[in-house]
């Protein structure tokens, strides 16, 4: 059982035990044991509503920012379309690019128990370079720099409050080894760097995903890659476009990711 200073008793079993956890203000030394610990991030329910709920809790015992700074974006976005919607306000106001502007905030981001079961999964070993193209506010840092403290981790993420919101609990947390990065990903001058994992959320449009996975591509040539895909878009363009990437694991029911591994000779 986990001792913090203000519940000496900590457990992960219902809900409850997070909204308790939320209702007050932690110390920092509580933050950082909370996510030392895995069951920190375990969902103590697997449904998709529970897990939802159990990554709103942890986004606000964190302390993320994160109503504000969407509610931001779609006054910006209503200002230049008042009958627009989520599908329509991310390009409108980020040059094109689908960032998601007014979609509810737990669909635009992989559930914290999602991210811990995916990471398990991979095995990764310490050192290993992992990357999340299109991290909104970085949840997957999160983890990573709770729980496998020597793997780097860099998010790039187009909308700069977002990185900057995420950067900001970062550095409360002391993470040194993860950071996310305001970038464009389909920018031309971009040069996606090498990583042993790569994670895709549908992060944007068929081709801006189709133009990433390219990139993969072009560094599986030069060493192992793993590729884990979240999203119907994701994994209908690898099915179709990317015989490449060799399906190891496919998530069922409710596990909405599959990963694949590459080396290409
Ligand atoms: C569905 S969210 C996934 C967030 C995160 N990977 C997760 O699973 O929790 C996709 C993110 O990609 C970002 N995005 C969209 N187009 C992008 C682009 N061209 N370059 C960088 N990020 C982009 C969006 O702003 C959004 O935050």
Known sequence: MLQL?????????????FQK????????????????????????KAND??????????????GFRLKYIEEMMVAEARNFEPDGSHESWGPKIHKGAQTWVGLDLQTLQT???EILRILQLLKIKPYQQIIDLGAAYG????????????????G???VKARVD????????????????????????????????????????QVEHIDHTLKQIALIAKKRPVKVVARGKFTKKIIG???PWLELKYEGKLEEFFSVYAAYIN
Not at 5 to 17: C, H, Q, V, W, Y
Not at 21 to 44: C, G, H, M, W
Not at 49 to 62: A, C, E, G, P, T
Not at 143 to 151: D, E, M, T
């Open 5 to 17: 200073d203000f519940f000496p008793r900590t457990e992960f079993k219902a809900l409850s035990d």
């Open 49 to 62: 509503v529970i897990r939802r709920q159990h990554s709103n809790h942890i986004d606000k015992i964190l």
């Open 165 to 204: 919101e995420g950067n900001r609990i970062y550095k409360e947390l002391g993470f040194n080894r993860c950071q996310l990065v305001t970038q464009d990903l389909f920018a031309q001058n971009f040069e996606l760097p090498e990583a042993d994992v790569y994670f895709i959320y549908d992060y944007g």
């Open 139 to 154: 949840r997957m840092g999160i983890v990573l720099g709770g729980l496998f403290i020597k793997n780097p981790f860099i």
């Open 240 to 242: 179709q476009y990317h």
């Open 156 to 158: 790039f993420e187009y």
């Open 111 to 113: 559930p914290y128990s």
């Open 21 to 44: 956890l939320e209702s007050v203000t932690l110390s920092l030394a509580d933050k950082k044991r909370l996510i030392n610990y895995p069951d920190f991030f375990q969902t103590p």
